[in-house]
């Protein structure tokens, strides 16, 4: 009776394991592949290749695990290679009975590289916080593409848990990788292609759908094309809907058209708000007018406040109050401060009158000092009267000194008298020395006078020596005449028949009349 409840009882579990089998529609990809562990025990007694033999006894006495060896780190790790790039559905693992605390803590990682145990990407992580709750039979959901799968143990200093035990180390008696190779899927042996459609061919081992669509494509098998308004045609695979819009467009399936107000025609993809405004709008839409004393109807998006200035004569935030009549054309958009005042006025609002007696009634706008003061006055507001001996009543604006003197007159009030030796009685104003250069016309007259005596004086000495030489003729001539008329009385009567004219001619010419000078001298 007893051996057939046995019998039975294996049939049953032989049903129930047909059955399993028969509705797992992918395969067992880790199935006599090649596998590795960080270490070995018990003289190969217990391979890597132990978790891959398709045996689940979980006494490791029997001879079907894997097993490292507990004396050499403070991690560990066991992989198994697929022999191919493959689409993981689920990870199963099978560790050995009642040793919760060496498994505990352990990592999954599927990877394309073996540079390092930890390559890859991170399926699942043990985080248990009892000895309990660590499942040494486990399935593992585990949707990722690679070549190798590890498993991958280690103890820190302190250890996570009191109750880890103190070294790392591996007993696998089966991991079993369901799956199919990359581009297939389905029926037990994989024998079924995914759909073009599919990005890199790739799709869920057990249903065919496709992971990732091609570039236009959307649906479980990527059967369905994307919206046109798409940007580059890229939109969820199941929805459909596009990730963003071209130019212009918003809405899930872009479309609905952007506001043209938006600026540059962009807005939200969900909203439809604009990212900006063109000129003169505001509002999440740019449905509404910005104000008219805007300067160049520039305003806050959301607000409508004017961005940065008002029109001439307006302030505050919307630009709606008046600026003072006294502003020069402008006032703060704040706080209505005037930029500048019209002639005669001072202060913030230019409320307030300048001194009377500043230059052309303009003072400083901040401190009402004035600029310049009329003549006759000086002092930071005009107030002073200059001293009456200055010239032309002119004085310096700071300190009241004269700025020049009348004729006669020295020092900072013009109050000393220039000394009596001073031609013309001109002296310098800041010591009262005698000024003695004239002016350039003065110095060119001089000149002239000093060439006009120069002149006379030539004159003069040319008009002594001509004499001189007339008198020295004439007397040599009359005593030739004396000499002659003793030697000849006729010569004598024809001299005396001839007029004396005072001189005689020494040349064939005609005879000349008397020089003046000439008639003086005889």
Request: aromatic share 8%.
């Amino acid at each position: 009776m007893s051996n057939r409840k046995m019998v039975l009882g294996r049939e049953v579990c032989l049903i129930i394991f047909l059955v399993f089998t028969t509705i797992r529609s992918e395969e067992n990809l880790a199935l006599s592949k090649a596998a590795s562990q960080s270490s070995d025990i018990g003289n190969g007694r217990w391979p890597a290749s132990g978790a891959v033999d398709g045996c689940e006894e979980t006494d490791v006495f029997s001879d079907c695990c894997s097993h490292t060896d507990i004396r050499v780190s403070k991690t560990a790790w066991w992989r198994v290679d697929l022999g191919q790039i493959s689409t993981i559905d689920t990870i199963r693992i099978v560790y050995r009975d009642n040793f919760q605390q060496r498994l505990a803590g352990y990592q999954l990682y599927v990877s394309n590289t073996t540079t390092l145990p930890t390559d890859g990407v991170l399926c699942y992580e043990d985080t248990s916080s009892t000895n309990s709750s660590v499942q040494l039979v486990v399935t593992h959901q585990c949707p990722y593409v690679g070549r190798y799968v590890t498993v991958y143990n280690y103890r820190n200093n302190p250890k996570r848990y009191n109750w880890y035990s103190d070294d790392a180390l591996l007993e696998l008696c089966e991991v079993q990788v369901f799956g199919c190779p990359v581009g297939m899927y389905g029926n037990g042996d994989c024998n079924q292609v995914c759909p073009a459609s599919c990005y890199g061919r790739n799709c869920n081992s057990k249903t065919g759908s496709c992971i990732y669509c091609i570039q236009g494509k959307y649906g479980n098998t990527c059967e369905n094309d994307c919206s046109t308004n798409c940007k580059d045609s890229l939109c969820s695979n199941e929805s459909g809907f596009c990730f963003e819009c071209i130019h212009g467009k918003f809405g899930n399936a872009c479309d609905q058209v952007c506001s043209v107000s938006c600026k540059e025609g962009f807005c939200a993809k969900d909203t439809g708000y604009c990212h900006g405004c063109v000129d003169g709008k505001f509002g999440n839409s740019c449905g509404q007018q910005c104000s008219v004393n805007c300067k160049d109807r520039l305003c806050a998006k959301y607000t409508g406040y004017c961005n940065n200035e008002c029109i001439i004569g307006k302030h505050g935030e919307n630009c709606d109050q008046d600026c003072s009549v006294n502003c020069r054309d402008r006032c703060t958009r704040d706080n209505a401060t005037c930029i500048e005042c019209i002639t005669g006025k001072h202060g913030e609002t230019c409320d307030k009158d300048c001194p009377m007696n500043c230059e052309n009634n303009v003072c400083v706008r901040t401190t009402g000092l004035c600029n310049g003061c009329i003549a006759g006055r000086y002092g930071v507001t005009c107030s002073l009267t200059c001293p009456v001996t200055c010239k032309d009543f002119i004085c310096n604006q700071q300190t009241g000194h004269c700025l020049d003197c009348y004729p006669g007159k020295y020092g900072v009030v013009c109050g000393a008298d220039c000394p009596d030796k001073c031609t013309d009685n001109i002296c310098s104003k800041d010591n009262g020395r005698c000024l003695t250069t004239g002016s350039r016309n003065t110095e060119q007259s001089s000149a002239d006078s000093n060439m006009i005596i120069i002149a006379v004086l030539a004159t003069v000495c040319g008009l002594q020596l001509a004499a001189l030489i007339t008198t020295v003729i004439y007397h040599l001539r009359y005593r030739q005449k004396r000499k002659n008329s003793s030697n000849t009385g006729t010569d004598i009567k024809e001299e005396q028949s001839v007029p004396d004219t005072g001189y005689t001619s020494i040349s064939p010419r005609q005879e000349e009349t008397s020089h003046v000078y000439e008639m003086v001298v005889t």
